[in-house]
């Protein structure tokens, strides 16, 4: 009886103190043949079954639903080791969260194909999964030709040279002005960049032993190799000085303003890769801005009583922008086509945290029905793993309505951009004493703060917002319907 190859596909194991997801794998069958004798008399006949090896590939897997690409932090296991199902194998960078990758079968890492600091694209090899030790070395004969054959396709695509200042190039195959050469039975593996540098140095990458996984011919063995000092940043060496003009056309690169003196390059991280292309998105919204300023002197007495319980004034301001969107309903709404827009079920407020290296939101679901003393304990968690790296994908991308607020660094206000897929975005500044006249003439100090929200005008209008914001200074002057 044969047991045929089959593809697979695992399913996410979570965990409170870390975030755990277990990669997908396709099977490389190679037959192996096993006697089986049975207890049946000599004159019965026997009993053949063939089984088959598995070789699988640990796939690059998708960490979230915007997520193209991911890097790798780094390897917890190495070539060779033994693995038991459940075990964490690699540590992976998505564009909001490191994530801890489980192996979903017992086995052998056979080949590392993606190295540490590497990236590739979602779906792609970064690893391979040996059933048995005996057939590491076949897997790495496999990684070291699929890492060969990705490497000429991904060069005989390319048609134009990169511009001059263009962004690092990853380590995973793509396209590059060299054109496919048939070498051969030639087995040097190396990547596209490390064959472009070659050809333009006049080195024999044939020659060249290679320090990446595998004996992978790497850019920095090139350059080693051509005698020149290798890059101490990750951003690739720009080619020779094009020529001022391709086919009649000036290239992008002369353009391009030179860089100042002393100056650097410094590439994204995925983190700030994801929210320039937010932000590039968000241009495309039409939104309007309006501000109102709110009394905080009631807000400001309570907190100073909830404060020795564990309540942040995050929470304070989340549960009242909750309980005001609950009333207005088309500010928590959201348009993602541009042709309709719908009503959310849940009243999700995200929160803008700065982190090191970049910003995310992680998400407190249901502001509006949330005990406040619970919403403050799971701001606290969401802070936490946020500032690990360690938040899941649905504490960080399913916000309905976003809260920035400036207001603990000083700032008396300011304007927030509307984060994609979201109706509004309020940003609250400092409070701080005001001399305000009351409808008698009479003048008083009183703390006041000036929150701006930024709406999508497509589904928010001016007099929807101006009801949301009155809802909302209702709340915060009169706060004790915040801990009901």
Do not use: C, W, Y
């Given at each position: 009886m044969a047991v045929s190859s089959s593809s697979f596909l695992s399913?996410?194991?979570?965990?409170?103190?870390?975030?755990?997801?277990?990669?997908?794998?396709?099977?490389?069958?190679?037959?192996?043949?096993?006697?089986?004798?049975?207890?049946?008399?000599?004159s019965s006949h026997r009993r053949v079954m063939t089984v088959r090896s598995k070789i699988r590939e640990i796939f690059m897997p998708a960490l979230s639903s915007t997520m193209t690409e991911g890097k790798i932090v780094s390897w917890i296991k190495t070539e060779g080791e033994k693995l038991a199902k459940g075990e964490s194998v690699v540590v992976v960078e998505s564009d909001k969260a490191d994530m801890d990758v489980e192996t979903f079968y017992d086995g052998y890492l056979a080949a590392i194909v993606v190295g540490e600091g590497e990236t590739a694209p979602v779906g792609a090899a970064i690893g391979l999964l040996a059933e048995t030790e005996a057939e590491i070395e076949e897997a790495k004969t496999k990684a070291a030709s699929k890492s060969s054959s990705s490497s000429s396709a991904a060069e005989a695509v390319a048609t134009s040279p990169p511009?001059?200042?263009?962004?690092?190039?990853?380590?995973?195959a793509q396209p590059t002005p060299v054109t496919a050469v048939a070498d051969g039975p030639r087995k040097t593996v190396a990547t596209p960049y490390a064959?472009?540098?070659?050809?333009?140095?006049?080195?024999?990458?044939?020659?060249?032993a290679g320090t990446g996984p595998f004996g992978r011919v790497t850019a920095t063995d090139v350059e080693t190799a051509a005698g020149i000092a290798p890059s101490k940043?990750?951003?690739a060496?720009?080619?020779?000085?094009?020529?001022?003009?391709?086919?009649?056309?000036?290239?992008?690169?002369t353009n391009l303003p030179p860089l100042l003196p002393d100056s650097s390059i410094v590439p994204?991280?995925?983190?700030?890769?994801?929210?320039?292309?937010?932000?590039?998105?968000?241009?495309?919204?039409?939104?309007?801005r309006v501000g109102y300023p709110v009394n905080t002197d009631a807000l400001d007495a309570l907190y100073e009583k909830v404060k020795p319980k564990g309540v942040t004034m995050t929470a304070l301001l989340a549960k009242a922008a909750g309980m005001a969107l609950a009333q207005h309903p088309v500010v928590n709404a959201s348009c993602k086509d541009g042709k309709s827009f719908s009503y959310n079920a849940n009243i999700n407020v995200a929160v803008a945290v700065a982190i090191n290296g970049g910003l995310i939101t992680p998400v407190l679901q249901d502001a509006d029905k949330l005990d406040l003393y619970l919403l403050s304990q799971k701001w606290k968690e969401l802070v936490g793993k946020a500032r690990s790296k360690q938040l899941q994908p649905h504490e960080y991308n399913s916000g309905t309505f976003t809260l920035s607020n400036l207001g603990m660094f000083g700032v008396d206000r300011f304007d927030a951009i509307l984060p994609p897929g979201q109706g509004a975005i309020m940003a609250v500044g400092g409070s701080k004493p005001t001399v305000v006249a009351d409808k008698d003439g009479f003048f008083s100090v009183k703390n006041r703060m000036v929150v701006n929200v930024?709406?999508?005008?497509r589904i928010v209008y001016g007099a929807d917002l101006a009801a949301f914001l009155q809802t909302f200074a209702k709340i915060i002057e009169n706060p004790d319907s915040l801990t009901l």
């Open positions: 399913t996410a194991s979570l965990t409170n103190s870390k975030s755990n997801i277990s990669f997908a794998s396709s099977v490389s069958p190679s037959i192996r043949s096993v006697v089986f004798r049975s207890s049946i008399p000599p511009p001059v200042t263009s962004s690092p190039a990853p380590a995973i064959k472009k540098l070659a050809k333009q140095h006049k080195v024999d990458i044939g020659s060249i940043s990750s951003v060496p720009p080619p020779p000085p094009p020529p001022a003009a391709v086919n009649g056309k000036a290239t992008t690169a994204f991280t995925a983190m700030q890769s994801a929210v320039s292309k937010n932000m590039i998105e968000s241009l495309s919204v039409p939104t309007f930024t709406a999508d005008h």
